[in-house]
């Protein structure tokens, strides 16, 4: 009986542990694992999704890299960005008056630089100062310039509008005082001529160096004042002598140093005849004008006068001359020029043939005492 009762206990327990494994969801073998009731009952379509939205790693990194790189700059932009100098040119006066200085623009660099070598186009011909007969009604002005290693080129400063400068305190006078007009019909009639100053000669300006056959007109040596029209054209008598005369008329035996000038200019004003005398002891030389640069003029040994006119003198010129032979070529002597202007000897190099310097004055006088030049052609260039 005992014996039946153990083997009765045995069976159920061999059977309940038999059952309690197959219904184990963690038991690959058991009918209750979980993989095998998600597999049938309820599917998972891990392939389909994926198929449906495909996100591939290439694709996502590709992305954020081009949202990464429109966020912020590149490095190349910033780097040429911070990198470009520029140079600025500022404060130009808008007008100048002819004769008048033009202030000097101010320049600077983005960097912090001082500019430097710096190269202007479009100013007045030798520098800043406008000529009182310059022709030009404007200047437009650039510059070129270093700013550390970097050459700006072309940077504009601005236009400069060239105009008269206002009429003097004595101009003003003389055309007030032409302009005075009679209140009233009843006041004298000479109350209008007593406002007029009555004409005046200048004081004497005869220059140092005068041409032997020269137009005296151009030796502008004397002038009347407050003339308003009242005055004729002036005369000259050179020397004492009876007659007037228009030239210098020196002889080839008077040039020289040391040569006693008179000379008395008269003029009519208003029916009264004025004179006045000037004289100085001068040196007389032959005669040559420039009147046109690079045009050649052909000077003696010897001595002449050099006049330069108002223009080439204006522009801050050379002068130069080649030495020639009595054939007008080149001087073989020694294969050099050299010559005196205005007690200032010139001279080239030796094998150069052209000597050149700077123009002092509109008259000079030129000098050269070498037997073996034939002549000598000049410029003003």
Known sequence: MVLRFFLFAGAFLFLSCNTAERNNPDDPESSNYVGNRLSSSSPVKHSSSSEEAPLSSTTLSSSSLAQSSSSKPSSSSVSSSSLEITLTCSNLPSSVEKGGTIATPTLACSNGDTPSDETWTGRPVGGWVVSANTQSKSYTISVSAYCGSVRQTGVRCGTVEVVAPPPSSSSLAQSSSSAVVPLSSSMPSSSSSEAL?????????????????????????????????????????????????????????????????????????????????????????????????????????????????????????????????????????????????????????????????????????????????????????
């Open 197 to 381: 100053p009555e004409p005046a000669w200048s004081e004497c300006n005869i220059p140092q160096y005068v041409g032997r056959n020269e137009p005296i007109d151009n030796l502008k040596f004397i002038s009347i004042g407050n003339n308003n029209g009242r005055c004729g054209a002036i005369t000259y008598k050179l020397n004492g002598t009876g007659s007037n005369v228009t030239t210098l008329n020196y002889t080839s035996n008077q040039i020289g140093t040391n040569q006693t000038l008179n000379i008395t200019a008269s003029t009519a004003c208003s029916g009264t005849t004025l004179t006045k005398s000037c004289s100085k002891q001068v040196t007389v030389a032959d005669y040559a004008k420039f009147t046109e640069a690079g045009a050649d003029v052909i000077l003696k040994p010897g001595k002449t006068v050099v006049e330069v006119g108002g223009v080439l003198l204006s522009k801050n010129m050379l002068f130069g001359c080649q030495a020639r032979d009595a054939s007008d070529s080149p001087n073989p002597f020694e294969g050099k020029t050299s010559f005196i202007l205005d007690g200032k000897t010139v001279s080239t190099t030796d094998n150069q043939w052209w000597a050149g310097t700077a123009i002092t004055s509109n008259r000079m006088l030129f000098e050269s005492n070498n037997a073996n030049v034939g002549s000598y052609r000049c410029q003003i260039d």
